[in-house]
Every structure is written in structure tokens, then in C-alpha cells.
């Protein structure tokens, strides 16, 4: 069983960056891949960025790509997602999640392949 708990949310002016965290319990955390999706009012879920249980592959929706960053720390059980120049468009609610099963390349992007959710931070950006 794995428990996610998300922080790091809130408002933040267009350019501007924020730093999302989730904390997992659970003792085998580090054997699971991790991914980061967010959902906006009237939108379906989408994938935002993914990583395996090493940290050494990374995955991100096309939206997101050369401004955010997901990492994680094993040894702290938690994973981030860096959000520079965030933009209108990137308001939503943004939850992490832990895969069920094995991840490889393009399994990381359906949320069907999660088992475990946090319950969500708000992103908010104005312009």
C-alpha cells in the first residue's frame, strides 16, 4: 500500500515558477515508477511527466517539455515536479500518482496504469 501526500500548489503569475511535491509512505516506494497529471474544470486528465523507479528515465506530455522537471528522492520517498514559466494554460489540479505495474516508454502516459493517487494540488496562473 502506498499513501501519496501533495504540496507545493497555489498562485503564481505567468513566467513564474513553482515546485510540486509529493511525500509517499510506504516502504517499497522506491520500486515504483511515478507520474505527474493534472485536470483543468471541463477537461479530461492528461499526462504531465513521468519517471522511472531509478530516476534516470524521464517522460513528458509535449505541453510541458523544456519547462518542467520531474525528479524524486528515494531516500526522502518523494517526488517533485519543477514548473518554470508556467502559463495560463497550466492551471489545473495537478496529483501524482504510482504506477501498478512495470512502466516502459509510452505505458508511462495512461492513468489506467496507476494504482495508487494523491489527492491533488491546485496550480493557478494569472496573467
Known amino acids: 500500500q502506498v499513501q501519496l501526500v501533495e504540496s507545493g500548489g497555489g498562485l503564481v503569475q505567468a513566467g513564474g515558477s513553482l515546485r510540486l511535491s509529493c511525500a509517499a509512505s510506504?516502504?517499497?516506494?522506491?520500486?515504483?515508477?511515478m507520474g505527474w497529471f493534472r485536470q483543468a474544470p471541463g477537461k479530461e486528465r492528461e499526462f504531465v511527466a513521468g519517471?522511472?523507479?531509478?530516476?534516470?528515465?524521464?517522460y513528458y506530455a509535449d505541453s510541458v517539455k523544456g519547462r518542467f522537471t520531474i525528479s524524486r528522492d528515494n531516500a526522502k520517498n518523494t517526488v517533485y515536479l519543477q514548473m518554470n514559466n508556467l502559463k495560463p494554460g497550466d492551471t489545473a489540479l495537478y496529483y501524482c500518482?504510482?504506477?501498478?505495474?512495470?512502466?516502459?516508454?509510452?505505458?508511462?502516459?495512461?492513468?489506467?496504469?496507476?494504482?495508487?493517487w494523491g489527492q491533488g494540488t491546485q496550480v493557478t496562473v494569472s496573467s
Open positions: 510506504g516502504r517499497s516506494f522506491s520500486s515504483y515508477a
Open positions: 519517471i522511472n523507479w531509478r530516476g534516470d528515465s524521464t
Open positions: 500518482a504510482a504506477a501498478s505495474k512495470i512502466l516502459y516508454g509510452s505505458t508511462y502516459y495512461p492513468g489506467s496504469n496507476y494504482r495508487y
